[in-house]
């Protein structure tokens, strides 16, 4: 979850389609783009009229962060995980990543022995498999009626790593305050 590069030929999805998809309000889609939480990396709303175009990689982050959300974690933790997990992840691919939580930390594991030593040590009560969510979401937004991306033929153009969508936090690792 670096820094995103706005691309004038990746693909954009509108606020509508990306709030409906997520499982989010419009409120709440606004109040995160305001505030620095994730971001339209196609295209900022810039005045009126202008409409915010997410890409598919926000589009996997945002049901990060909603199943997050779900789980019981704090806006605020999710705040300080997701500003961590961007600065970490340096680009590379995190399809291999599986979130962990116990509602108060989140832990990043990179393979099936770290989500083990999570679990062994009584810590997790959920884990979010960053792959899974990439898959499911490609799915959804090849399956919308009526909607192709903005700037796109359609999401299988979207970028092939998974590298904005999660990573970098090692299990035993994380920033202060993401852990507790």
């Given amino acids: ?8 030929s990746e693909p954009g999805f509108r606020g509508p ?21 994730v971001t339209p990396s196609v295209r900022a709303a810039d005045g009126s009229g202008t409409q915010r175009l ?22 605020r933790q999710i ?29 990043a594991c990179h393979s099936g022995e770290e989500v083990v030593d999570v679990l062994s040590n009584g810590q997790a009560v959920f884990g979010i498999a960053v792959g899974r969510v990439w898959a499911d979401t490609e799915g959804d937004l090849a399956h919308l009626p009526g909607e192709a991306p903005t700037g796109a033929t359609a999401a299988a ?10 990573g970098g936090v090692p299990p035993r690792a994380a920033p202060q305050g993401t852990q507790g």
């Fill in 1 to 8: 979850m670096a820094a995103r590069p706005s691309s004038a």
């Fill in 17 to 37: 389609i990306v709030y409906k998809l997520v499982g989010i309000t419009y409120r709440q889609l606004d109040y995160w783009a305001r505030t620095g939480l």
């Fill in 54 to 75: 997410y890409s598919f990689t926000d589009v996997v982050e945002l049901r990060i962060i909603k199943r997050l959300l779900d789980a019981g974690v704090s806006l």
């Fill in 79 to 107: 705040r300080e995980a997701i500003g961590y997990l961007r600065k970490e992840s340096g680009g590379k691919p995190l399809s291999d990543v599986t979130l962990m939580s116990d509602g108060n930390r989140i832990y």
């Fill in 157 to 166: 153009d979207a970028p092939p790593a998974v590298a904005e969508a999660a």
